[in-house]
């Protein structure tokens, strides 16, 4: 029998993680609400390209603004989340079980997080729930 080597479920400690929760929320482990919290993000907007299945995050100060999503900071400070169920639905990804994502936080870009979604990620209907043969 050959063997095959195990991944790690989690990536290390004191990187910054994003995920997609059960319960249909983006969620950011310690490191990354850290980051967050040192940065006074308090409101973003989601933002999507379907093509290159690419999610961007993007701060923004007006709180008024009917799209932007409040970030939830955990009492205890080890995490952070926002509500994200129908954008979820919406792109089709599979958020049936948690899978960790690596993340660069940045404020110095036009986003403060940019990342690829892996295809692994997807179910199998489309970007607004249609079928794929």
């Known amino acids: 029998m050959a063997y095959m080597i195990f991944e790690k479920k989690t990536p290390r400690l004191g990187t910054p993680v994003m995920s997609f929760s059960k319960l249909g929320a983006i969620t950011f482990n310690q490191t ?5 919290e040192k940065l006074k993000v308090k409101n ?4 999507w390209d ?6 961007a995050l993007k701060t923004t100060t ?5 799209r932007s ?4 900071y955990n009492d205890k400070g080890n995490g952070a ?20 994502m690596t993340i660069e936080i940045s ?10 979604i892996p295809d692994s990620l997807f179910t199998q209907t ?3 729930g249609e079928t794929i043969a």
């Open 69 to 72: 999503y409040v970030i939830r």
């Open 32 to 36: 990354a609400s850290r980051q967050f």
């Open 62 to 66: 007006d709180e008024k603004d009917p």
């Open 81 to 100: 989340s926002f509500s994200a169920k129908t954008f979820l639905d919406y792109a089709g990804i599979d958020y049936s079980q948690r899978k960790p």
């Open 50 to 55: 379907s093509e290159s299945r690419k999610l």
């Open 107 to 116: 404020s110095n870009n036009e986003f403060i997080v940019e990342v690829n």
């Open 126 to 128: 489309g970007e607004h």
């Open 44 to 47: 973003i907007l989601l933002m």
